[in-house]
């Protein structure tokens, strides 16, 4: 269910201690020469819909509106970004999860469609979870999803930026959006990458103008099909509805 | 242009001194009984997109996504409603149009389409205003085409709260999200008003659970149309749009 | 009653449910060559005076002494200006409003003497209402008093900046402040304004340099009076005292 | 001069390295049972004045209004009293003085008129003057004129709370306002002081209400009298327009 | 070397291009019945000392006294626990490196010891790095040096908490401050993981007296010892050595 | 007993009326020539340490790791210097405090060991205090043990900076890091002080690279000796353990 599509009455009816409200976070970003801006929103909020359709018959799910903007400062300087900074992004969601809780609510996903957002997600969560006192996690759709997504995935294991997986589900969802002319310029990334250089355990403050310096991307969007992104779509609902339904987690103590 | 739709170098290649960038502010919150919490998003995007479509052969229009949160205390109270604080509203609103500037654009309208914005946008306008040096101006769309919507309203003069006009284009634009049936219970308010108690001159803190007690509206849904509702639409972007294209206004010195 | 004035045993000893706490908010800031920049303070905190005579026979009224410092952004590039920014004006109010409330008062006015302070108080008086739960409200005096002032004033409907209504008042209050000699180089503004070009509905970031070059006035000073300031300055306190007295509004849910 | 008499070319005319701007802060607060919350409004705000009409013949002072709400905790629970928080007090203070030298002036006189200023305003004059780079300084009259005071008062050596001095002073500048037959009701404090039982270089939170139970006052009034207090303040201008004359102070590097 | 060791002009003497300053970031908070609350705190001061000493001879390595508070929330009701809320960790965190800055350096590792952290030092990084402009990176000790501790560990394959390889460490550094007589009762968690019931893909918000809900810890110290414990810390300062060595990562673009 | 070194089982076992926790609050900065940087957190840290084991017989105390950044901004341009800015500070101190108390203790010295932090630990003693609602006191222990300093220094009254008294304790503590061939070049300072020019009762913002441009020092340390420093550390010991046993202080009502 969208948040926004009910009537108050309607979430007010709602069983508060059943119902999972799902806020998609996303961001508003430079996507290669081939991508528009709005793919991280497009794709969580498709992501989400769909996991609440899945899971609806079991369990109610209550999904917001996507918090559009997040953490891009990575991707400022090639155009077409807007970014939160931390605090601000910290503030919204701060007000968004008191909200949902003076609503009656107490079980909160916070769900991540934009590698940028981790780990902030991951600080404020905890944050919010021991100052509002409820059961709130986050995940990363592709993340959640790894394996599904690395079955179907040929170029790459993962979702990169602007990749055969970004694609191909910007594909599926939105052709009229995607230039597929420019798919041959928008392979990337031409320099090393952080953990090619120091290995998996370290972050580091990196913009995408450096770590790729002609595209701004990441992964190969040639190797791109609209079949693989509704597979990769359905995957990710799939995968969230079965956390979203999964009553051991959900009624964990905290 | 939708923001969104748009690669980063559609974005990039605008003419930076003639785009106005539009960023539409509205809110999650209870509308009577009949109405989806999400009205007005649904009209403040929908606004913004045609007073763009009419604009942008004119000069370019870049519509971001809506800001669907903004300041709904007021009806916190009534279930179903997401709220911002005055100081998070400001936060957000501040790194967006900071991100603004830094990609290149001077002119920004926010168009407002919640009444519990209004003071809000006017603060932060001058304070953004001053802050980035930017054409920084506000507006509520209802406020911009008032005497357009007193030709077009019959129960009312401007706009109320789930009245006769939301409702209308609610009815024009998402007629599955409305419920009829509801119509007779969602007249409002019961209780006089600040302004039929003290005058049009004061402002005061009052929630909308005081205002109408028992349906939380302002205004008669029984009075709307889908016509009337595509009507106002249109009278809105017309007016917008007029205002977009004002180019004394976009050029005044400040 | 003036708060600064009484023992601290005699604000305790007030009837708490009945006193209304008045905080004028004024700024310091140019006034034209005419006027001295403490033209708001010295308007704002007298009529909160007389409100207070005219009203206390009925109901205590306690006036607190005046913020003299408000959002004046505007006028800094013109001199003799000091402003606070937003968050800053926003943290004072909520600090002396607590302090109100926890001495126990519950009705609070905040009443506006400066035209770039409108807004701000608007979105404050909800904040502080909301999170305090109390009685709040805001008024600017020249705006209570509409109806009266226009039958006062000749050259204009209500007051401009360092005009015939403010300058009539000064008139009356501070006489040796006032430069008569400047009067002919006062009269403003040179430029049109933003209702002039973009119609009332519009509220953009301006300062007064830019709206009266020359001058930085709205108004002309050579038609003021000292008796027509005295007949204002009245015609403000009857307004608001009327306003204070109303039970009606006092009283009313919220 | 005073800023607010001026008119704002005056205040721009003025030799901006020359001039010193003070800035009176004081409290409006629980003052026992025979003075007016607004005591320390009325002294500073009088002795900034005196400084200033000693000190124009020879170097030019402009005296803002004062900052008439400061850190007044510990009279809360006393009644009639007014306080911001420090991170409140540390804004205006950084807002009033950032106007100031957006103004062109470079010396900044933070006068303090309350002893629960004092910490406070030593922490807020070092983050100003760093920040704003800029020669501030911070005093508070009774310690400045520490020497003249002891010579002229009988009771005490220094300005307690309610005491022999400032009700000697405000019995000079506001009979009417003083209740004599209060005074002997009006003697503290009933309590030892921290100085009393742990010496003079701690520091701790203590309300008033625990310091002098049941009249919270340090000191005596019944030793008062008009003529002491029209000495003190003019030993506290003497003493301060010393220092604004001190071209060696206000020329330091710093 | 450590910065508080050092004098100010040893420290202005350094090679500003090529130093690396290393900021520890710990916890003080419960850990489990037999080691002490200080843990992390040794822990990461002894392993940022031992990097510094293994890679002075090749390059300047500036160890700054550890942060000794982090976000401990999820330790708070154990008890013996101090922990800053989200916001405070990055105003210190960004004080601390705007100083670095300030004096000189522009290469920072932000070298956390505290599970708790990791993702808050994550985004923290990322807003630190972007608004100093600086080559900023943050990692684990023991995600970093991962392969050489699972090859030391027994029990376990990482580091947990209380566990073999703090407690290992612990008798390696301070033997005097662990309790063996403790180990027995010190085995945890006895409740399922989030990893567990979710997956490695979700962070939630959970207390450790919900996650170990008799022992507040993760792991068996019955399987340490203090030659463990001394290879830990050589493999953690062996691996952090190289990355500080690592040319190719501190000269990359940003 | 230190804090770090306990079991939280130990903590959590202590009398909670009874123990005060000591927060030492130091600084990193430049000290002349011949010191470290780290001489605030050294001395402040180990005369808590004397303080506790002297008290301990007779009352619990508690010494938390030293707060090792404090208010340096006046070191900054001389180098080795890191500072946090007020509202940082504040915040440390505030979490802190607040976990303190969530642990159940409610007695709090933050025992000052830095100039430069003296009025901004008055502020938030006072701010604490009142919010936290404890017993919280502050002092700095050269001026709590200003007799017994005055009778054991040669060269001047009580501590300058990297000075004799500083210079001795030092030599007492740590005197592989003390350069004795700088003594001579380290004598300070060469420009008037403040209260040379001023008196007693300014406080200006003034670094001290302008207070002693040479050395950046206040005072002689070729009288310093490792045995006045050893008389110094006990004397401020000794002094500190009278005020923690005072009980008629840590009882007081407040």
Redo the contacts between chains.
């Keep these: 269910m ?11 009816g709602l069983p508060k201690d059943e119902t999972i409200v799902v806020v998609p976070v996303a961001s ?11 793919v991280d ?2 794709l969580t909020s498709e992501i989400a819909r769909r996991t609440a359709v899945l899971t609806d018959p079991h369990r109610p799910v209550l999904v ?2 996507a918090v ?2 997040g ?1 891009a ?2 991707h ?1 300087s ?11 992004l ?3 969601l ?3 999860c008191r ?2 809780v ?2 009656g609510f107490g079980k909160v996903l916070l769900l991540n469609g934009h590698g ?1 957002n ?13 100052t509002l006192d ?7 759709y592709w ?2 999803a ?1 394996e599904r997504f690395a079955a179907i995935l040929e170029d790459q294991d993962t979702i990169g930026h602007a990749c055969e997986g970004e694609t191909s589900m910007m594909l599926a969802l939105a052709e009229g ?1 995607v ?1 597929r002319d ?1 798919f041959g310029q928008a392979i990337g990334p031409d ?2 990458t ?1 953990a090619d ?3 998996p ?7 995408f103008a ?1 770590r790729s310096t002609v595209t ?1 991307t990441l992964g190969n969007p040639t190797r791109a099909s609209a079949g693989k992104g509704e597979r990769l779509l359905d995957a990710a609902a799939e995968s969230l509805s079965a ?1 979203l339904r ?1 009553d ?2 959900w009624n ?3």
Tied chains: 1, 2, 3, 4, 5, 6.
Excluded: C
């Design positions: 969208q948040w926004a599509d009910l009537k108050a009455d309607e979430i007010s508003l970003e430079h996507h290669g020469p081939h991508l528009p801006t709005g929103i497009v917001t509106p559009w903007s953490l400062e990575m400022m090639l155009g077409g970004t807007i970014t939160l900074d931390l605090d601000t910290h503030a919204v701060r007000s968004i909200s949902i003076r609503q940028g981790i780990a902030a997600l991951g600080a404020i969560t905890n944050e919010i979870g021991s409820i059961a709130i996690a986050t995940t990363s993340e959640h790894a959006l230039d420019k320099n090393p952080v250089i120091a290995g355990a370290v972050l580091r403050w990196r913009s450096a701004g956390f999964n051991a987690f964990m103590s905290y």
